[in-house]
């Protein structure tokens, strides 16, 4: 069995085969191409072993034009925040 990330925890093993979507999860982390229900924003941080930063990035990115009634503005200002700060993080790791 492969190794689970440390933020795993196992939302499927009481769902029916017919249960398409997690209930808690918002509308607006899900995606649309099915992945035993449908793709959500932390697969896709999960599967690319994002950091944090870059992995609320690119949540707040993937929910831009569903959450709020601005066009994405106020999500796409946060991902760009988490972005400089990732980029900050690695500045510092590399100039020690």
């Known amino acids: ?6 933020y795993y ?5 009481n769902m029916s085969a017919t249960q398409e979507t997690d209930n808690r999860v ?3 982390y899900v995606g649309r191409t099915p992945r ?21 990035a690119v949540t707040y990115c993937l929910r831009s034009k569903f959450k709020h009634e601005d066009g994405g503005l106020e999500c796409l ?3 760009k925040a988490h972005l ?4 900050e993080r690695l500045k510092n790791l590399h100039n020690k």
């Not at 925890?9 to 093993?13: G, I, L, P």
């Not at 932390?42 to 609320?56: A, H, K, L, S």
Request: charged share 30%; with cysteine.
């Open 77 to 79: 200002t946060k991902a």
């Open 26 to 28: 918002p509308a607006y």
């Open 84 to 87: 400089e700060f990732e980029i």
């Open 1 to 6: 069995m492969a190794e689970k990330n440390k």
């Open 36 to 56: 035993t229900g449908y793709y959500q924003a932390r697969y896709v941080v999960e599967d690319f072993d994002c950091t944090y930063n870059v992995g609320t």
């Open 9 to 13: 925890w196992d939302t499927t093993r």
